[in-house]
């Protein structure tokens, strides 16, 4: 059965400060993606990043990035420079084979502090 | 405008009265969800849907029902609400390729609180 874990509950830092947030993840299928959300205090969904299995390249959009490693299942997400506003709580997502629905990771708080 | 809407944003309701969420999107995709997110239970799956006739449940649909009125329009019924509904409420979107689910796409969420 597919799982994510994210083993950090909570993470706090201090803004310019570069922050790492990690999910590992259990599939038996061979091709899937996957994903980051972001949920803010407001409460919304946001879709962030996507990432597919059969391709391991490691990229950049702005401030975020990203490291796939399907050898070790991990899927790891920096923000660099983050900012007060990155404060949220961040999910790590993977879609069941049949139905499509999100396995979501346990999330990770994020505060970052002036 | 944003591509997925979810009405209403928030509701108060009592026991016993009928619910209906609405969701609409104008993203062209096939497939449709909804979930429910609750304080340490994270995000589960109400129902879903792949197309308008092709409407399934979710690991949670007891007490739920749905409608499919286009493809653009999900609707998520609660018949007779009850407290332990009341949460968070999300529609969500996708499309495939190459069979494969493709990123989710959330309305803002409904806030319910069944007193």
């Known amino acids: 059965a597919q799982k994510v874990t994210q083993a950090q509950t909570e993470i706090s830092v201090v803004e310019k400060e570069d922050v790492t947030l990690d999910c590992v993840y259990e599939?038996?299928?061979?091709?899937?993606?996957l994903f980051w959300y972001k949920q803010p205090p407001s409460g919304e969904l946001v879709f962030l990043i996507r990432?597919?299995?059969?391709?391991?390249q490691n990229e950049i959009s702005g401030r975020y990035s990203w490291n796939f490693q399907k050898s070790t299942s991990s899927f790891n997400f920096t923000i660099t420079a983050s900012q007060v506003v990155d404060s949220a709580v961040y999910f790590c997502?993977?879609?069941?084979?049949?139905?499509?629905?999100?396995?979501f990771g346990q999330g990770t708080t994020l505060q970052v502090k002036p | 405008d944003a591509d997925v809407t979810q009405t209403p944003r928030n509701r108060i309701t009592k026991t016993g009265k009928r619910i209906m969420l609405e969701c609409s999107q104008t993203?062209?995709?096939?497939?449709m969800y909804w979930y429910r997110q609750d304080p340490g239970l994270g995000l589960r799956l109400i129902y879903y849907?792949?197309?308008?006739?092709?409407?399934n449940k979710g690991e949670i649909s007891d007490g739920y029902s749905v409608s499919r009125q286009a493809q653009a329009k999900f609707s998520l019924s609660l018949e007779s609400a009850i407290p332990n509904q009341t949460a968070l409420y999300f529609c969500?979107?996708?499309?495939?390729?190459?069979?494969?689910?493709?990123?989710?796409?959330f309305g803002p969420g409904t806030r319910l609180t069944v007193l």
């Open positions: 997502a993977l879609p069941s084979g049949n139905t499509g629905k999100l396995i």
């Open positions: 599939t038996r299928d061979t091709t899937y993606y």
């Open positions: 849907s792949f197309d308008v006739k092709d409407i």
């Open positions: 993203k062209g995709h096939d497939r």
């Open positions: 969500a979107t996708s499309d495939t390729l190459a069979g494969v689910t493709d990123t989710q796409y």
């Open positions: 990432r597919n299995s059969f391709d391991e």
